[in-house]
């Protein structure tokens, strides 16, 4: 009934609908819940250790019997400068007074790490059916190992230009991450945020510039979505936003709150929470240092900083420096079982194609 199978049958999933992998607001129940619902589940690894990411996914396999994508940054890691760091501090020394904070005492460096040989050797023990990256592909060693470990690739391209390279150099899937989309851009080969396309400008135009399947990411949070993205010639969508309120996730109560009241217009792209561009619902320091902040130390150090801030606030119940990384279809999320959310996707995206094959 799906107008196109390609993803379905090489993910061997019910339904071609992939979680998003939402660093630090899930971990493996979200993961088993949406792949119980049908969906093929993924597990952001680049805020876990090698160990923690071995102990997750083999959580997920004494649960489920399904495929399971893991997903990981390839960003070159750039040492600290102390000088940047401290002018940084000195931004946010306002916020270290009024919480009561020393901002010239030590704090733990944000945790971000890119794929390196020790995940690469986690993939070839774990042998996950797919393997997902963030900001372009690891070095050329560490990626034949991982094909060579039989997973299937996928990777994000947020421009044309970037969908072309993925596929000449290796991705066997393609995801389409248009401006919408929360989280971190998967900018890899621009640093313009301006010129970055939505996704119904990206999907139909990577669709034609590559052989390989696409999957539309950005903006997709109910059938009518899901449909859309099919006909503009997308294989599978990528929903992240959507199941941030669902029971399996790890958003605090202050958040979930803050989610729940959001709006289309809530959510903006910043830099100011890690030091890359990134979506989500605009917080007290986005608004008042940012959004975009050319003094916010280089991913993932302007992050660095923030730790004790957001600590200190969510002590208290409040978000003004947690990064709430959601889409510009917050709203459209909804507060119910992960499975039984991806199966309402899937059943009003065929009901609605069904409708308009009809017409």
């Known amino acids: 009934m799906w107008p196109d199978r390609r993803l379905i049958d090489l993910f061997k999933t019910e339904f071609p609908i992939v979680l998003a992998p939402m660093a630090g607001v899930m971990d493996a ?5 949406v792949a119980q619902g049908g969906g093929l589940g993924s597990l952001p690894c680049a805020m876990l250790s090698a160990e923690k990411a071995r102990e997750q996914v083999n959580i997920i396999r004494q649960r489920v019997k399904a495929p399971v994508n893991l997903n990981f940054f390839c960003h070159k890691a750039v040492d600290a400068d102390p000088a940047h760091e401290a002018k940084w501090r000195q931004r946010l020394a306002p916020y270290y007074r009024e919480y009561g904070l020393d901002p010239d005492a030590p704090v733990n460096a ?3 790490a890119p794929f390196d040989a020790a995940f690469c050797a986690v993939v070839e023990e774990l042998k996950p ?24 690739v996928m990777a994000s391209a947020t421009t044309v230009k970037e969908s072309i390279w993925l596929e000449e150099n290796g991705a066997d899937v393609i995801i389409a991450q248009g401006a919408e989309a929360g989280g971190h851009r998967g900018m890899f080969l621009t640093e313009t945020i301006a010129e970055q396309p939505g996704t119904f ?3 139909p135009q990577v669709v034609d510039a590559v052989k390989v399947p696409v999957v539309a990411a950005g903006g997709i949070a109910d059938g009518r979505g899901i449909a859309a993205a099919f006909a503009l010639g997308a294989s599978a969508v990528q929903i992240g936003t959507a199941y941030l309120r669902c029971p399996e996730s790890r958003v605090t109560p202050a958040a979930r709150a803050m989610l729940a009241r959001a709006s289309d217009e809530s959510t903006v792209i910043t830099n100011v929470m890690t030091g890359r561009p990134a979506r989500g619902v605009a917080n007290r320091v986005m608004r008042e240092v940012g959004p975009v902040a050319p003094d916010a130390p ?11 801030l957001k600590a200190a606030a969510e ?15 917050v709203r459209m999320g909804r507060e119910m079982p992960a499975a039984e959310l991806t199966r309402a996707l899937a059943g009003a995206a065929l009901a609605r194609m069904s409708a308009l094959s009809q017409a």
Do not use: C, Y
């Open 201 to 203: 400008a990206l999907v």
């Open 110 to 112: 944000a945790n971000r």
């Open 298 to 308: 280089a991913f993932p150090h302007a992050a660095t900083a923030l730790g004790p």
């Open 315 to 329: 002590k208290q119940g409040r978000v003004d420096f947690s990064n709430l990384w959601a889409g510009q279809a």
């Open 129 to 152: 059916e797919i393997v997902s990256f963030h900001f372009g592909l690891p070095e050329q060693k560490l990626f034949e190992r991982v094909k060579a470990s039989g997973a299937i």
């Open 29 to 33: 129940e979200l993961v088993i819940a």
